[in-house]
């Protein structure tokens, strides 16, 4: 068993360190390895940093953009909670206006929908739009 003995607190192997210096194939491997250690490390860092100013541009360039929040929601009768001042989608545009710090548009139809939510369903299902046959492909064969 070869001899172990310590060098600045490490333990260090002879017959290991006269294997490594008698052999220049090892010691170029080592010199090889430790090489490309140190470019695999050196082109993390630069990735790193180049994403971490990528990402600083694009906020930067969020803040100077404005955002418009547009969205259709119905108030009214409401079949589970009675009447409603403002409907579901009209309180998640606002929590996203107030996120973004966007403007909001309520889009509106041209002739409003009944209050009363039983006639308000009657008039959309009148009024929904025909399915095409690509759009009962992509729904599995019925309609929307």
């Known amino acids: 068993m070869p001899t172990v003995w310590r060098t600045k607190g490490r333990p260090r192997n002879k017959e290991a360190d006269r294997i490594f210096q008698a052999d220049p194939i090892i010691r170029e491997v080592m010199k090889k390895r430790t090489f490309l250690v140190i470019i695999t490390l050196l082109f993390a860092t630069l990735s790193f940093t180049a994403n971490a100013l990528a990402n600083q541009r694009k906020e930067q360039n969020m803040k100077a953009k404005k955002t418009l929040v547009a ?9 589970a909670v009675g009447h ?5 989608t ?40 025909p399915s095409t046959s690509s759009d009962q492909r992509r729904c599995g064969g019925g309609g929307l």
Not at 84 to 88: A, F, L, R
């Open 71 to 79: 969205f259709f929601s119905r108030a009214g009768e409401n079949y």
């Open 84 to 88: 409603i001042e403002k409907g579901n």
């Open 90 to 129: 009209h309180i998640i545009a606002e929590m996203i206006a107030a996120e973004t710090r966007g403007d909001l548009f309520h889009i509106e139809p041209q002739t409003p929908y009944p209050d009363d939510y039983t006639e308000c369903t009657e008039v959309a299902k009148r009024t929904e739009r």
